[in-house]
């Protein structure tokens, strides 16, 4: 028997329980379908003191008074960022005070009690979900459990928004090969959690971040490029362990901890649905964007994703404007990563930094245009990694395939290409290009093939 339901939501995470318990809260039938039983390791330990007053205005304070009462506060980060020497941030400065390192999976938890509480149903173990579109809304039919029909659909499931892109409304655009590789360690007794700090690393080939955790652990996560992390060993353990020793505060910090088991890979692109949202469907959270751990709390945006999208589901004009979102990130992001010079022409800060042969940063909005309209455009050789900070590889390998079918193309027509994959602002999209024939991989031809 198919059970009927205002709103179904697939993925339980912070985003589907959040979005589940505000929409259940006005009165909606809602079911959120999640595929374990929240005892599997999370990532996302660290959160910012931002996530305070989302929970207030979410409603979900008090259930988490006694939670966060429970969990390891950090009130400083120590970061060698941009230079040699460490540099301490108190978030005594901070005007929301303190962050936690919290235990995820005990957060996730207390948040789908929460989506409970407030009269949604939470059903856990159901397996991989298929939704099927259908005439009165999208059919959710798990491994386990009952099938339920619902009028409005929400995509929670996580980076790749796989339920909408698998039913064709939606496409996932990376705009990186971002990954995080995660080790946990631990000593027979707990790790004395002095300042309970957060550190934070750069090294040639990405960062590291560790922090203590409320069971004694302590977490250390390297973040990088899939295609870099393989350079490093012939398996995840090899590969961890290798590129942890070539960082300097990081191995200190584990130096007499044992690692407790193998390490975790989990994806950690940068990027976004498209479109984020239709008439009687929304993806939330890291299915709507994903950002990497400098570009903000996913659990933070996953609260605010949830309370928006319950003040706009009957206020369609509401809705968030994720695309402009996503283009202020990768400004930031471009900000943030400039602040770190020791390795210009390393892939992975290459890939990230704007600036120009000085190193000075660049603001596309101010870079003059010079693509002259006649001119028409080949391809001449392998792109350097700097020219993936204006457009995306995927970007790249699309203007590629283009110039390899038809030998040359209008900056127009190339405009035209690259937007199928960075839906972006036409300037940022331009200076991309002119970037790419600045560093000869376009040159000017004449061809009679177009």
């Known amino acids: 028997m198919i059970e009927p339901a205002d709103v179904v939501i697939v993925g339980g995470g912070p985003a589907g329980s959040a979005t589940g318990g505000a929409i259940a809260g006005g009165g909606r039938k809602v079911v959120v379908f999640e595929r374990g039983h929240y005892d599997t390791p999370r990532v996302g330990e660290t959160l910012g003191a931002e996530i305070a007053p989302l929970l207030i205005e979410l409603g979900a304070a008090a259930q988490f008074v006694p939670f966060l009462n429970t969990q390891t506060s950090f009130t400083l980060i120590r970061s060698v960022f941009g230079s040699l020497e460490p540099q301490e941030r108190s978030s005594i400065v901070h005007p929301l005070g303190s962050g936690w390192h919290v235990d995820r999976v005990l957060f996730d938890k207390t948040l789908a009690a929460w989506a409970v509480s407030m009269g949604a149903s939470v059903r856990t173990g159901v397996g991989r979900c298929v939704v099927s579109k259908q005439s009165a809304g999208y059919l959710v039919s798990p491994e386990q459990g009952e099938p339920v029909l619902g009028r409005f659909l929400v995509d929670a499931t996580g980076r790749g928004a796989h339920v909408v892109t698998s039913l064709g409304v939606a496409r996932w655009l990376s705009f990186d090969r971002q990954v995080a590789i995660v080790g946990l360690f631990r000593t027979a007794d707990p790790v004395p959690v002095v300042g309970a700090e957060l550190l934070l690393e750069a090294v040639e080939e990405g960062f590291w971040y560790s922090a203590p955790q409320p069971d004694g652990s302590l977490i250390v996560v390297m973040v990088t490029d899939s295609d870099l992390l393989v350079t490093f060993g012939k398996n995840k353990t090899a590969r961890f362990e290798t590129a942890l020793r070539k960082t300097e505060q990081t191995k200190d910090r584990v130096s007499n901890i044992p690692m407790v088991e193998p390490p975790r890979v989990y994806r950690s692109d940068s990027g976004l649905a498209f479109p984020t949202a239709g008439p009687d469907w929304c993806t939330i959270g890291d299915a709507a964007m994903g950002t990497d751990p400098l570009g903000g709390n996913g659990v933070a945006r ?50 990230r930094r704007m600036v120009d042969e000085t190193q000075t940063p660049i603001d596309w909005r101010m870079v003059p245009l010079t693509l ?31 110039l390899k079918k038809h030998g040359t193309a209008y900056a127009y027509e190339l405009l035209s290409t690259i937007q199928e994959t960075m839906p972006l602002e036409h300037r940022r999209l331009l200076v991309g290009l002119q970037n790419l024939v600045e560093k000869r991989v376009l040159i000017e031809r004449v061809s009679e093939n177009r």
């Open 302 to 351: 996953a609260l605010r994703g949830a309370i928006e999208l319950n003040k706009g589901l009957d206020n369609p004009q509401e809705k968030p404007d994720y695309l402009s979102r996503f283009g202020n990130y990768l400004d930031q992001r471009a900000a943030y990563y400039g602040m770190e010079t020791r390795w210009p022409d390393a892939p992975f800060w290459a890939r």
């Open 372 to 402: 002259l309209p006649p001119s028409k455009w080949g391809w001449a050789g392998e792109p350097p990694p700097h020219v993936e900070a204006w457009l995306s590889s995927d970007a790249i390998q699309m203007i590629h395939r283009e």
